[in-house]
């Protein structure tokens, strides 16, 4: 939604990438606290696997759906120093909880949108509701998931990635970084033999 705002258009002199994929961190001070003010600040936490296999389902940009192959070559990127890559679409989400305007309440990917909807709910938002029709989902290759990676993918995004573990143990108890998951209430996230138990 912060691609909305035109203030968050503008780069971040840190990054290269647009403020509103960038970590409140690395904002200007000024506008991060007319942006932030005193506002709880909440963001999605995803499983480290289950985010990078979304963003490489797209057959127009990974031929015959590997996303092994997609993601091993995007870590191997990152793990070189090109962290800012693709708008800053690879930074661990660690990051953004950092500094005085990091998020402060995750919000569990698992039970989304469940876990949005009861925190709008507790801030008094009970006019919003999001439904299961409002939830995008990531396109092209239906039978990819987390568990086509490799051991030696898994392990690069476990180096990459390792607070984004520590929060996800911290906050939700998922605390076996090797656990592969994908987002079965979510129709088009999990293969269909996956999402049916088998």
């Known amino acids: 939604w912060g691609g909305l ?9 840190v990054t290269g990438c647009p403020l509103h994929n960038t970590p409140q961190k690395w904002w200007p001070r000024p506008l991060a606290e007319k942006y932030f003010g005193n506002k709880t600040m909440f ?44 708008s800053c679409r690879f930074l661990p989400q660690a990051a953004f909880f950092d500094g005085p305007f990091g998020i ?4 569990d990917i698992r039970k989304f949108p469940q876990s949005a909807n009861e925190l709008l709910e507790k801030h008094g938002y009970d006019n919003v509701h999001i439904k299961m029709d409002d939830v995008l989902r990531a396109g092209g290759c239906q039978d990819v998931w987390a568990g086509d990676l490799d ?9 990459i990635y390792k607070r984004d573990f520590e929060l996800l143990c911290k906050h939700f108890g998922y605390c076996n970084p090797e656990e592969t998951t994908c987002l079965a209430h979510i129709p088009g996230m999990c293969p269909d033999a996956h999402s049916q138990g088998i």
């Open 5 to 13: 705002n035109p203030d968050l258009r503008a780069k971040s002199a």
């Open 43 to 86: 963001g999605i936490l995803r499983d480290p696997y289950e985010r990078l296999v979304s963003f490489h389902r797209d057959p127009d940009f990974y031929p015959g759906c590997d996303v092994n192959k997609a993601v091993k070559n995007t870590l191997k990127r990152f793990a070189r120093g090109d962290v800012f890559a693709e």
């Open 104 to 107: 402060t309440v995750p919000l």
């Open 151 to 159: 051991n030696e993918t898994r392990a690069l995004a476990r180096q």
